[in-house]
T-cell receptor, first 108, second 115 residues
Framework: LAKTTQPISMDSYEGQEVNITCSHN???????ITWYQQFPSQGPRFIIQ???TKVTNEVASLFIPADRKSSTLSLPRVSLSDTAVYYC?????????FGDGTTLTVKP | GAGVSQSPRYKVAKRGQDVALRCDPI?????LFWYQQALGQGPEFLTY????????KSGLPSDRFFAERPEGSVSTLKIQRTQQEDSAVYLC?????????????FGPGTRLTVL
């Protein structure tokens, strides 16, 4: 499982929609795309997972194009509490490979 | 129900000492993972258990690192003769099954500082 590529950091303001894009250049056919959120001094927390097209849950949406070489995590109307590091991964049974994540800073 | 717990939360060791880090996964979870997270970096995979079987230990950085899960529940990560480069947060995660869509639930981690 190869590391994905994502921006190191992003800034936003409260109430805005935030889109974080990730490159999955080496994703395998059986891999899923999973996003995690991590706050300081805590373990990562699952946000959303998908295989292709669009997935939506109560906190986020995930957009995956047909070629699955990228994914976009969409956070609607962010608040200060969404300030965290966000990781995108190619996942399969067993080993998961995290990259360095995107640090999202939400400003008032 | 209770999440993944890890103990101790903080550990300070002198270089050369042995340490043991404990992980209590969510009850009934088949899969258990250990990761190492250095400051400012993402978690790095260390090893993976399915029940008591250690299926992948490719991420263990040296033979000083040893993990076990003898009864398929609690797991211990042991580091022998600790070195300063072992200083990191050690994260444990568990998932209900071994399937590719089974969500990993992480514990809060153990912060190890080697002096």
């Amino acid at each position: 499982l190869a590391k994905t590529t994502q921006p190191i950091s992003m800034d936003s303001y409260e109430g805005q929609e935030v889109n974080i894009t990730c490159s999955h250049n080496n994703i395998a056919t059986n891999d899923y795309i999973t996003w995690y959120q991590q706050f300081p001094s805590q373990g990562p927390r699952f946000i959303i997972q998908g295989y292709k097209t669009k997935v939506t849950n109560e906190v986020a949406s995930l957009f995956i194009p047909a070629d699955r070489k990228s994914s976009t995590l969409s956070l609607p109307r962010v608040s200060l509490s969404d300030t965290a590091v966000y990781y995108c991964l190619d996942t399969n049974a067993g080993k998961s490979t995290f990259g360095d994540g995107t640090t999202l800073t939400v400003k008032p | 129900g209770a999440g993944v717990s890890q103990s101790p939360r903080y550990k300070v060791a002198k270089r050369g000492q042995d340490v043991a880090l404990r992980c209590d996964p969510i009850s009934g979870h088949v899969s258990l993972f250990w990761y190492q997270q250095a400051l400012g970096q993402g978690p790095e995979f260390l090893t993976y258990f399915q029940n008591e079987a250690q299926l992948d230990k490719s991420g263990l950085p040296s033979d000083r690192f040893f993990a076990e899960r003898p009864e398929g529940s609690v797991s211990t990560l042991k580091i022998q003769r600790t070195q300063q480069e072992d200083s990191a947060v050690y994260l444990c995660a568990s998932s209900l099954g071994p399937g590719p869509t089974d969500t990993q639930y992480f514990g809060p981690g153990t912060r190890l500082t080697v002096l």
